[in-house]
């Protein structure tokens, strides 16, 4: 490290935490990751996003893997959509040959009942769904748009939900928020909602939430970064954010961020995680919105309520790696996911609002700066408003009468 920058991490080196008032010793765990994220500690001026290696490394993710990856067999259209969206941050173009071979190979993932499986000929499954869909309105080209049996995947939806208002993960399968999300993310972006079909929902995640003030996978359960993310994102889709104690879920989801590490933990007592960059720092953009449409005087009209710089130093210091690909933290190994979602968290920290409330926060040189992502759909926020245009032209499958007045808006950010 050059001689006389005191980077902002290392003016608050702590061996002790603190959590709603109680102060506790933090464990050696922990503090061997804050060593780890000393040791990679650098000038701000050589903080750099290293996006050529990042771009060639997701190039070839989308032709040829390695067998390291055969345990995601079930996640194929996952692949699909970690590596897409992680180029459109980089602002890298897709080849329409590139495309193509998607749209066909996730058209052979589609279930002739109904939404996508992790693979050719697999059973359907509402997280491939979902991460299909979304990959789809990436391309967003209209050979993608209309792989998407929109019929099909209503009455799939149907045959999912519970009357409780959750919904399974895939038939005879699970329950949790994360269904909730997937089925209102892929409804709204390709208008099949119905005026039943999201009955007694809201009111279901809102059951979820616990006394930390996150949301836990299922009724009182533990608050977990990635389910608190589905719930909110699912209940900005439906317009019901107020199901929620929006200011208890403010206060853990702040408290998530590390104050050393600068990044995220995915729950209380555990370590950073680059995932949780977006998974958690997602968060702040849904609650500014909610707390502004009520009226919040509070608010700051420049910056998300977390450390965006500190975000920042954490992925660019801490998780990418020297060959391309971003991780977890020091010591891990890269794979697309951490890619996709490291991404997805700088750029939450770089971009605060949008049009005339855009106001950009970069750390080291401007070549650093990704392309902005929709905080409820985690794709850029013009290929929402593209796939929303285009399926608003077609209407409800079963529900043509009821076109106008069913027809979803984009979430907006």
């Not at 935490?17 to 040791?39: D, R």
């Not at 769904?129 to 748009?145: D, F, K, P, Q, R």
């Not at 720092?281 to 009209?301: I, T, V, Y």
Request: one cysteine or more; hydrophobic letters at 40%; aromatic letters at 10%.
């Amino acid at each position: 490290m050059a001689a006389g920058v005191v980077f902002r991490c290392f003016r608050d080196i702590q061996t002790r935490a603190s959590f709603l008032g109680f102060s506790c010793s933090l464990e050696p765990e922990k503090l061997l990751v804050i060593q780890s994220v000393t040791a990679e500690g650098r000038p701000e001026a050589e903080l750099i996003l290293q996006r050529e290696k990042h771009f060639h490394y997701l190039k070839r993710g989308l032709r040829q893997l390695t067998d390291a990856y055969e345990c995601l067999d079930a996640s194929r259209p996952w692949l699909c959509y970690w590596i897409l969206h992680s180029l459109e941050l980089l602002d890298e173009p897709i080849p329409q040959i590139v495309a193509t071979d998607v749209c066909q190979f996730l058209e052979l993932c589609q279930s002739p009942e109904g939404g996508f499986g992790g693979g050719p000929g697999q059973y359907p499954h509402l997280a491939p769904t979902y991460a299909a869909v979304n990959a789809l309105c990436i391309i967003g080209t209209e050979e993608a748009y209309d792989v998407i049996n929109r019929e099909k995947l209503l009455q799939y939806l149907y045959s999912l939900k519970q009357p409780d208002g959750s919904f399974l993960m895939h038939v005879g399968g699970e329950v949790d928020v994360r269904s909730a999300y997937c089925a209102a993310s892929v409804a709204s972006l390709t208008n099949i909602i119905t005026p039943d079909l999201f009955e007694g929902t809201a009111e279901w995640i809102a059951r979820c939430q616990n006394w930390e003030g996150g949301i836990g996978g299922v009724p009182g359960m533990e608050a977990h970064g990635g389910y608190t993310f589905c719930g909110l994102a699912a209940l900005v889709i439906l317009k019901r954010e107020r199901s929620l104690n929006l200011k208890s879920l403010l206060q853990w989801v702040t408290s998530r961020q590390m104050r050393f590490e600068g990044g995220f933990q995915g729950r209380c007592n555990k370590l950073v995680d680059g995932c949780y960059s977006f998974w958690q720092a997602g968060l702040l953009p849904l609650l500014h919105r909610a707390l502004h449409a009520q009226g919040d005087p509070a608010l700051s009209m420049s910056h998300w309520m977390f450390h965006q710089q500190a975000l920042q130093e954490y992925i660019l210091m801490c998780c990418q790696c020297p060959a391309g690909g971003l991780l977890d933290k020091p010591g891990k190994s890269r794979d697309f996911y951490h890619t996709c979602y490291c991404l997805s968290g700088l750029s939450i920290a770089q971009h605060f609002g949008s049009g005339a409330m855009l106001h950009d926060v970069v750390l080291g040189v401007p070549e650093n700066a990704l392309q902005p992502t929709h905080p409820v759909y985690n794709i850029g926020p013009d290929k929402v408003i593209q796939a929303t245009t285009y399926f608003l032209q077609k209407p409800v499958p079963g529900f043509e009468e009821l076109k106008d007045e069913t027809s979803a808006e984009p979430a907006t950010d």
